[in-house]
């Protein structure tokens, strides 16, 4: 089985990439009746679907999984945790889940670039939904300690009130400039005209 697709993309870090990668290969594969499962890089297979947060893709693939290796990857049930945290919205679950096992080099890349990624989704989700928000609970949104999501919060233009232990939420700048394409605007012209004659 040749999996240097694979490999080039993890290598490239193009993660995007490595879910459709693997499910065209596992299916080239399965079509010539070779015997795949022993060998199948099933946790980076699943990786591949949580980094571009295709839960449906993940669980049934998890569900195809022969339960002997299941038994026998524990790589493979750690990639499962983080699906399962992301599909019950367990924020700190997944944070624990990614912290909580030593990935093997191959994984890791994957997985450090997902929690990154993980983690400025939250953070864009917190700057929309509040103007200002405790440090705790930003800590737990974030998977941080109290200090470290202070000073990431900061670093990302939020003000700190030290009293009150207080994070005021700095607004993303709202651009108001579009740019004409004057292909489109020649095209409505001709529209325009063509409805008036």
């Known amino acids: 089985m040749d999996l240097s697709q694979l490999h080039n993309a993890l290598s490239s870090h193009s993660f995007d990439k490595v879910a459709d990668i693997c499910d065209e290969l596992i299916l080239q594969v399965a079509s010539t009746g070779v015997a795949y499962q022993?060998?199948?890089?099933?946790?980076?297979?699943?990786?591949?679907?949580?980094?571009?947060?295709?839960?449906?893709?993940?669980?049934?693939?998890?569900?195809?999984?022969?339960?002997g290796i299941k038994e026998s990857r524990p790589e493979l049930v750690a990639a499962w945790k983080i699906g399962q945290c992301l599909w019950t919205k367990d924020y700190a679950g997944v944070y624990n889940?990614?912290?909580g096992f030593?990935?093997?080099?191959?994984?890791?890349?994957?997985?450090?670039?997902?929690?990154?990624n993980y983690r400025k989704k939250m953070f864009d989700l917190l700057t929309i939904a509040y103007s200002t928000i405790i440090v705790s609970d930003v800590a737990h949104f974030m998977g941080m300690s109290e200090e470290d999501a202070t000073k990431y919060a900061v670093e990302h233009g939020w003000s700190l009130d030290v009293p009150s232990k207080m994070l005021t939420v700095e607004k993303p700048k709202i651009t108001a400039e579009q740019k004409v394409d004057s292909s489109k605007l020649q095209r409505l012209t001709e529209f325009v005209f063509h409805l008036e004659n």
Not at 45 to 61: C, E, K, P, V, W
Not at 102 to 116: C, H, K, M, N, Q
């Open 38 to 67: 022993e060998e199948w890089p099933y946790a980076i297979h699943l990786l591949g679907h949580l980094y571009i947060n295709d839960l449906n893709s993940a669980r049934f693939l998890w569900k195809s999984v022969p339960q």
């Open 97 to 99: 889940a990614v912290q």
């Open 102 to 116: 030593d990935w093997s080099p191959e994984a890791s890349g994957i997985v450090a670039s997902f929690l990154e």
